[in-house]
């Protein structure tokens, strides 16, 4: 199976037309107000309306108010709820979208115990940032801590880039992999060149794989 794509972290409509033609799986749209990436409802319209059919829309919230996510739900089309707080199961379910779970791998973390408290989550991400960070920080995590034998499948991000997206692949074979700072040459700001080189290496190992 090939590894899917999210590029996570769009602002603009051009680096979302782009990204799909490239490829992608998934365009993250990033809902927390303290977050330097955090778009408007305009901005995240103006972003979807580049998107291409079959490619899933994110919206990512940390810790959100109910009244928050409605309203953003009710103005913007998204497919997928991904959540980056303490949120519980009942909190990410109690909007009727399916959802994935981040988990803090910058701390100690017990990624078992998240697949038992978010049962209906459509995947858990594993990604870099510490309890209380929205991600993108830019660093990745021990890929060593990465869990085996889970029915809940994986997603990796967290300081991956274009020269290490083939070697995290090869080494922990996620389901998918979610880049944001990575691909950027400011914060929100995607570089063509290293979004290109980064589907190119994760097209590369794949073939290497299959």
């Known amino acids: 199976m090939r590894t899917r794509i999210k590029i996570c972290g769009i602002t603009r409509a051009d680096d979302a037309a782009l990204a799909c033609d490239l490829g ?32 899933t829309a994110v919206g990512l919230f940390l810790d959100p108010a109910p009244d928050h996510v409605l309203e953003i739900l009710r103005q913007v089309p998204l497919d997928l709820l991904q959540f980056h707080g303490d949120e519980r199961g009942a909190d990410c379910e109690r909007f009727g979208r399916p959802y994935i779970k981040a988990v803090p791998m910058g701390g100690q973390n017990d990624v078992q115990a998240y697949a038992a408290s978010h049962p209906q989550a459509r995947a858990l991400l594993l990604d870099s940032h510490r ?16 869990p085996e034998g889970l029915d809940s499948p994986l997603i990796l991000a967290g300081g991956l880039h274009p020269g290490n997206v083939a070697e995290a692949i090869a080494q922990v074979r996620p389901c998918a992999v979610d880049v944001s700072s990575g691909v950027e040459s400011g914060q929100g700001v995607k570089d063509p060149d290293r979004l290109a080189e980064f589907f190119e290496e994760v097209h590369r190992v794949d073939c290497e794989r299959y």
């Open 24 to 55: 992608a799986d998934a365009l993250g749209l990033v809902f927390y107000p303290r977050s330097p990436r955090c778009v408007s409802v305009a901005q995240a319209l103006e972003v979807l309306g580049a998107k291409v059919p079959f490619v």
């Open 131 to 146: 309890v209380g960070q929205a991600g993108g920080t830019g660093a990745a995590f021990d890929w060593s801590r990465w």
